[in-house]
């Protein structure tokens, strides 16, 4: 009876004590007087401390739970900011050096609620020009915002809103206007722009094969344009089957083939103009025209080595090393090429959280006139043109938690003559809240 | 009308499973790599005695557990940490009631070879030595270099490690990695500048354990909560248990349970 009496006692104190009183030091001391006498084993007092203070922290998240309204904690907010300095040295075709400096930045601001268990909606904002305008060689892809006008009003436009269903563990729906990452997967930028948040419906499917391996099919439906004269839209249809694999402690392959559709033939396309480099012809308002349909299937590999130099006693975390490859099988000028290849590496930290966390990367692309549709690639790789090779180096140092530096250089040139080759440096300091 | 009846009982059964899965003869246990040897023990030998119980074990890591037993998908998550502030704010908005079961403590003992006269370290001299920062025993009141062992990364004793002792900062990139506690302790024996760390209940006579912040590795300055690398091993089931999930419980806490935990190098709370 003294026994239950004690115990009783002393569960009574976690339990009322307020919270912010509770001292793990006093709950020991009381806690080791009962097994001092005899009434309580240390093991039964061990486990008594430890299961009542889950209980005394599950109270107070039911506590928290009782306060904040239920869509407040259902809800996260998140965004960036980067201010960037950025160099375009660039030479003409007829060999005439042009220089141009500008100050840049990017505002994101993101919000997620979980509307119940298996839906979400999310919604961002961003900076960036809304449409393409030929006097600024920016892409609507780009979220970069130049400084300047006079001190004009900058525009913050829609980046993305969808819902996600996820019915069950491992398969989601995705419908609106999305993030990259949920509809594709690419280890580099050949390809697909990060920025770029395409519209319409994605599947995402992923699943364990084994503790060692797991596989996983994107999919995906996406509207390029709305006709308001035609009931006979552009579209694109996106499938990709992938694996990851653990091949050893310490090294991981991710791998995937993706066969992307774009029924673009004939049809004006606001992304792409008629000063960009693929095979196009004239429409309105310098908007271009595709001569065909684009059939592009992009095989692509990461391997990703923990500690690599780890013999060597070099303490480096992480190495990342990729590569891919893209085809145009269409029915489309086959002189001027239509294949494309990025081979790249990642050395040092996995991300950059912290002050002294870096990582470098660099890149070789080289992507022939019609091996993409030219509204896709990275909008700051040769202003996100096709016919092009280009080197990219870029380190990222932490500066604090949730702030970095970020060195970013593009040497890039034409495939064919002229060949007006461009260099572009980026100072960016990144903020993340 | 018959099929009508048989798709009801179908639907019936699958509720009932769903509903009251440790009333189903089955229990799934998912989660921490270091609790998977106690968990795994315990399910053989519970059901060669239970063999109507069928317990599937698996780990994946203490979140993977918790994560399943939020969603639903296991009865019992097994953690080597308390359950995070967001796993709980998590579970309330879910309506989970997710209760801890202590079934053992872990608890990590740092080891030299006997012939080092250092006899203590602080915990920030052990961080030091095995982040590279101390490369020598003279600094310490010994002599000649520092050979660190450590458990390899995919053992729960060196995720244990990194996080009691080393904050989870990183193994200097030049220590051994050896597969066991076992072999952490025999390469500590033949070498004598060597340091390493092994479950308590690996203290064998040919190597030294260390003071701690002067406090001895032992299972009762673990139990008092005197010695700094320990903590508690959990079982979380959604609210009380019942069912097979506590007939397994109890019995991981029974006095044969808590054998098999000590035989697998963790210490048991009694029993």
């Known amino acids: 009876m003294k026994k239950w009496y004690l115990l009783f006692t002393a569960a009574a104190v976690f339990a009322t004590a307020p919270v912010s009183n509770v001292r793990a030091g006093e709950i020991d001391i009381l806690l080791d007087k009962l097994v001092d006498k005899g009434v309580l084993t240390a093991g039964e007092a061990r486990q008594i401390a430890a299961e009542t203070k889950e209980d005394v922290r599950k109270e107070v998240a039911a506590g928290k739970s009782d306060t904040l309204p239920k869509w407040v904690q259902n809800t996260k907010l998140k965004g960036d900011f980067r201010l960037r300095y950025q160099m375009d040295h660039a030479k003409s075709s007829h060999n005439q050096t042009k220089n141009r400096q500008r100050g840049r930045i990017r505002v994101r601001l993101g919000l997620e609620s979980k509307v119940n268990e298996k839906l979400l909606v999310a919604v961002g904002m961003a900076t960036g020009l809304n449409e393409y305008t030929t006097s600024n060689k920016d892409t609507i892809r780009s979220t970069n915002q130049t400084l300047g006008a006079s001190w004009s009003k900058k525009p913050f436009n829609l980046d993305y809103a969808y819902a996600k269903y996820t019915p069950m563990p491992g398969f989601a729906v995705i419908g609106g206007k999305m993030l990259l990452k949920d509809a594709i997967w690419e280890p580099g930028d050949l390809m697909w722009d990060t920025d770029i948040t395409p519209e319409g419906v994605a599947f995402d499917f992923a699943r364990n094969v084994n503790s060692d391996m797991s596989v996983f099919l994107k999919s995906g439906f996406f509207l390029l344009e709305e006709i308001s004269s035609s009931n006979d839209d552009p579209y694109s249809i996106h499938i990709q089957p992938g694996m990851d694999v653990k091949i050893a402690d310490g090294i991981s392959l991710r791998a995937s083939v993706a066969a992307d559709y774009f029924r673009v033939r004939d049809f004006t396309l606001k992304g792409s103009s008629v000063s960009n480099t693929g095979s196009y012809k004239s429409g309105d308002n310098s908007y271009a025209v595709p001569m065909a349909n684009y059939t592009n299937i992009m095989p692509a590999l990461e391997l990703k080595f923990s500690d690599p130099f780890k013999a060597f006693h070099i303490n480096v975390p992480q190495l990342r090393l990729f590569g891919e490859y893209v085809r145009n099988f269409a029915d489309i000028d086959p002189y001027s090429g239509k294949s494309g290849y990025m081979l790249g590496f990642g050395l040092g930290a996995d991300k950059v959280a912290k002050f002294g966390d870096w990582v470098l990367k660099y890149n070789y692309a080289r992507l022939e006139k019609n091996a993409v549709l030219d509204i896709l690639p990275d909008s700051d790789r040769y202003e996100g043109k096709t016919n092009i090779r280009a080197h990219e180096i870029a380190l990222d140092f932490g500066l604090g938690e949730n702030t970095w530096l970020g060195f970013d250089i593009y040497r890039a040139q034409l495939l064919t003559a002229p060949r007006a080759p461009s260099t572009v440096v980026q100072v960016d300091w990144n903020m993340k809240f | ?271």
């Open chain 2, 1 to 271: 009308m018959r099929v009508q009846k048989s798709i009801l009982c179908a639907a019936a059964a699958i509720f009932l499973a769903s509903a009251a899965p440790c009333y189903a003869g089955k229990v799934v246990v998912e989660g921490s790599t270091t609790v998977l040897p106690i968990a795994q023990r315990a399910a053989e030998v519970f059901m060669d005695d239970n063999p109507q119980v069928e317990i599937s074990v698996r780990g994946g890591g203490s979140g993977v557990g918790i994560a399943s037993l939020l969603a639903g998908t296991c009865d019992i998550a097994d953690s080597s940490r308390p359950i995070k502030e967001k796993e709980l704010e998590d579970a309330v908005s879910r309506g989970k009631d997710p209760k801890a079961n202590v079934i053992a403590m872990d608890g990590i003992a740092v080891i030299v070879n006997p012939s080092n006269p250092v006899k203590s370290l602080t915990k920030k001299q052990l961080k030091d030595i095995y982040t590279g920062k101390i490369s020598s025993w003279s600094a310490l009141g010994g002599s000649g270099p520092i050979v660190a062992v450590s458990r390899d990364s995919s053992s729960g004793t060196f995720e244990a490690f990194g996080e009691l002792a080393l904050d989870k900062e990183k193994v200097r990139p030049d220590a051994l990695m050896e597969a066991s506690n076992q072999a952490v302790a025999s390469v500590v024996a033949k070498t004598p500048g060597a340091i390493g760390y092994v479950g308590i209940g690996y203290i064998n006579d040919s190597v030294k354990a260390l003071e701690l912040n002067g406090v001895y590795p032992s299972k009762e300055t673990v139990l008092r909560n005197r010695y700094a690398l320990s903590r508690p091993l959990f079982m979380y089931t959604n609210g009380k248990p019942d069912g097979d999930c506590k007939s397994f419980l109890d019995f991981i806490m029974s006095k044969q349970g808590q054998i098999l935990v000590e035989k697998e190098g963790y210490i048991p709370l009694g029993g």
